[in-house]
């Protein structure tokens, strides 16, 4: 298909629309008319949604409580494969309090690798090639961080900007280290956005190339390089979502678990 044509284009009355808002405005950051990612966008949602309700009515159904898989290849096999390695990495990340942030994390996984996949059919644009959708997600994890930054620790997440190793000698440095700490959490958003989206703009537009000069044979090996680059991309992503809520709650762990390491220890005394 042609440039910003998807089959979208051909359901009545998408084309009226898309000139209307072509014509009213454009995405929030130019580029082609965020129409067909919004679309796709819903479709993904739409899709996600319909597979979790079928897992979850599976799991009600299982005789067992879901403990044990079932023998075929499912929706159910593939999703408990995804969130256990997903919840491992964060209790590796984030520690044992990784499943108050899971619900937030695994939708943002299967959002943006469903995303990434769509774009691996042909006729279909990844709402993740629009920096639109991507800054979307970078702003949500940029504001869900530092919610559970602020509700751990107060102020003191604040004050951990200006004095990251937490001595009384490191507040001198305060004045210089803050500024720069501030400027680094506000690239974060802006550094996740843009590499979602330009991974997926090149990988999009690589496969779209390969299939237009011939779509038998030759675009197999660029097929399973642009499924790599949807994996790799949606690990990428979620893994610095990880770290960075790890990062922003661990002092509150750390003190937690000191502790509670000092009141054991008074109470064997």
């Known amino acids: 298909m042609e440039h910003g044509v998807s089959w979208f284009s051909f359901l ?3 084309r009226q629309l898309e000139a209307y808002f072509a014509h009213t405005h ?5 580029g082609t008319p965020m129409l067909q990612h919004v679309a796709a966008a819903l479709l993904v949602a739409l899709v996600v949604l319909i597979m979790s309700s079928r897992v979850r009515a599976d799991l009600d159904q299982a005789p067992d409580g879901g403990l044990i898989p079932d023998a075929n290849l499912t929706i159910r096999n593939v999703f408990e494969v995804i969130f256990e390695a997903l919840y491992g990495q964060m209790k590796s990340i984030i520690g044992p309090e990784c499943k108050t942030y899971f619900p937030v994390i695994g939708t943002l996984t299967l959002f ?3 995303s990434n996949l ?9 709402p993740t090639d629009n920096w639109n959708t991507t800054f979307a997600c970078s702003i949500i994890v940029f504001l869900y961080y530092n919610f559970h930054g602020l509700r751990a620790q107060g102020w003191g997440h604040i004050a951990h900007m200006a004095n990251p190793a937490g001595t009384p000698s490191g507040w001198f440095l305060a004045p210089l280290m803050f500024p720069i700490e501030l400027v680094s959490h506000f690239a974060r958003p802006l550094s996740l956005g843009v590499r979602l989206a330009t991974n997926m703009v090149a990988d999009h537009a690589v496969l779209g190339t390969f299939l237009g000069l011939l779509p038998i044979l030759i675009p197999l090996p660029f097929m399973l390089l642009g499924l790599m680059v949807c994996v790799i991309q949606t690990v990428v992503f979620v893994l610095l979502t990880m770290v960075y809520i790890g990062m922003s709650v661990q002092d509150s762990h750390v003190d937690h678990d000191e502790h509670n390491h000092s009141h054991t220890a008074s109470a064997a005394v």
């Not at 454009?26 to 130019?30: E, F, N, S």
């Not at 769509?118 to 990844?126: A, D, E, V």
Request: net charge neutral; hydrophobic share 50%; charged share 0%.
């Open 12 to 14: 009545p009355g998408f």
């Open 26 to 30: 454009t995405g929030a950051l130019g």
């Open 112 to 114: 943006i690798l469903f």
């Open 118 to 126: 769509l774009g691996m059919i042909p006729g279909f644009t990844p």
